[in-house]
């Protein structure tokens, strides 16, 4: 009988090892570029060259004109725009430009201006320029932003969403910083950028762990781009309720029968 009782003690202290154990995760494992551990120095490390979104065919740019005369300007605003992304609308007080299929937008007065393969940036000095030259303005100012322009975080995060980027500039960490960082049973050795260009998908696996991650081609991301952050093994232990619960009932069991039979002898 006591041989029994010890039996049952052991299957018990075991019991709560492996549930206990299956919840860790090593704090290695959730550290951010570990391989800078002396934080006592500076750590210099070349910058990949900067990525710059292109306008594409089918965007749809935000384009504000405003100058020194708001009746003269009114004619290229006839309307406010909105972008929808993961917070609902944003407002921008802008008109609504869709890019042409042949790259182009309808622009007022000015008429047909080439837009695709342009950055925000040049598309606007090539406006203020045009209203310049035209004397239609004295001094304009043109504002040009993406109101289509998102990216999707799923996954390990505290708030997966589509989030949209008025300005054409993020990076991994930007998504992953807006999406509320990952939660505790996130991989970061195995973070995931899905993107699709020219009708190719590609999928790139970055390590957060490592400061490698800033040399790849996809820690900048492009439009339409989705990161996706795998569970641990922490959680996928912690998803299978079946397992979890028919282990607790069993020990449960056990332990009533072991009482029973311990009072009983």
């Given at each position: ?125 090539t406006l203020m320029a045009r209203l310049a030259d035209s004397d239609y303005l004295k001094e304009p100012h043109v504002s040009v932003q993406y109101l289509n322009y998102k990216i999707t975080v ?30 505790i049973f996130g991989k970061r050795k195995n973070v995931t950028v899905i993107r699709e260009e020219g009708g190719v998908r590609t999928f790139a696996k970055l390590d957060l762990t490592s400061s ?54």
């Open positions: 009988m006591k041989r029994l009782k010890n039996h049952g003690v052991s299957f018990g202290l075991a019991t709560t090892v492996l549930l206990t154990l299956s919840y860790c995760t090593p704090s290695r494992n959730i550290v951010y570029f570990r391989d800078l551990d002396d934080t006592a120095r500076i750590h210099v490390q070349d910058s990949i060259q900067h990525f710059e979104a292109r306008i594409q065919q089918g965007d749809v740019l935000g384009i504000q004109v405003s100058s020194a005369d708001a009746v003269a300007s009114a004619p290229f605003n006839p309307g406010s725009a909105q972008g929808t992304g993961a917070g609902g609308a944003v407002a921008t007080g802008a008109h609504a430009y869709q890019v042409d299929p042949d790259g182009t937008i309808d622009f007022p007065i000015l008429g047909k201006i080439h837009a695709a393969g342009l950055t925000t940036a040049v598309l606007r000095d799923l996954g390990e995060v505290a708030r997966p969403a589509t989030y949209p980027i008025t300005d054409g500039k993020a990076t991994l960490l930007d998504a992953l910083g807006m999406a509320g960082d990952l939660t490698q991650v800033f040399r790849s081609p996809y820690f900048y991301l492009h439009q339409n781009d989705v990161v996706y952050v795998e569970p641990n093994k922490a959680k996928s232990a912690a998803s299978d309720d079946r397992v979890i619960r028919g282990v607790s009932l069993a020990a449960g069991m056990l332990a009533v029968v072991l009482s029973l039979v311990y009072l009983l002898k």
